[in-house]
């Protein structure tokens, strides 16, 4: 069965410092990979997406950086965190051409 | 761009009340999806709609894809204190879209 995992679960984090939160997905081959933000408990926001190794869209200007070091690895990454980074991080994948998204658990970030 | 709109925005009930809630979008979409998410968890898939017209239970929630394609409405029937949480409805394009999302509390 296909599985996603993200972590660390929750994170606190000074302005100014580096980021970096890891997505992996399990059971599946060349999935498609994003990296969501919710903030405030609302609206998902998109911030990238990846088709394949090496390949990333940014779907909006910001702070914030993707790579796709592996097929089923996705990283987020920040070199210097502000305090509007702050938020609730999704990693999604699309088991099926033209359905939903899984999505991993989440991670907690505030920066302080 | 493209945008999913909901409502209500957020819903306080009592335990046992009927909920209906809904989406609508200014273009078709030919596939419907509603998650449901839980404080702290990622949003998870409920139902998915792929047919204008058409119904689709899962226990004790409902899901009807409107048959302008342009909305869909979810109801949720006897509500209990689980249910509480952020619905979002989705439609898939390139990539998935979703709504704004509604907040659900249940009063017990």
């Known amino acids: 069965s296909q599985t996603i995992h993200q972590w660390p679960a929750t994170l606190v984090q000074p302005v100014g410092s580096p980021l970096s939160l890891e997505c992996t997905v399990e059971g599946t081959s060349n999935p498609n990979l994003y990296w969501y933000r919710q903030a405030a408990g609302r609206g998902l926001q998109l911030l990238f997406y990846s088709v394949g190794i090496g390949q990333i869209s940014s779907e909006v200007p910001q702070n914030l950086s993707a790579s796709r070091p592996q097929d089923r690895q996705f990283i987020l990454s920040s070199k210097k965190l502000l305090l509007s980074d702050s938020g609730f991080y999704l990693c999604a994948h699309n088991p099926t051409a033209g359905g939903g998204y899984t999505f991993g658990s989440g991670t907690r970030l505030t920066v302080v | 761009g493209q945008q999913l709109n909901q409502s209500p925005q957020s819903m306080f009930i009592q335990e046992g009340e009927d909920v209906s809630m809904n989406c609508t979008s200014s273009?078709?979409?030919?596939?419907w999806l509603w998650y449901k998410q839980e404080p702290g968890e990622g949003p998870v898939l409920l139902i998915a709609l792929y047919k204008a017209g058409e119904l689709t239970s899962n226990g004790r929630l409902t899901a009807q894809f409107g048959i302008t394609r342009k909305d869909s409405f979810l109801n949720i029937s006897a509500s209990i204190p689980s249910d509480v949480g952020i619905y979002f409805c989705?439609?898939?394009?390139?990539?998935?879209?979703f709504g704004p999302g509604t907040s659900l509390s249940v009063i017990p």
């Open positions: 273009s078709i979409f030919n596939t």
């Open positions: 989705a439609g898939p394009r390139n990539k998935v879209i």
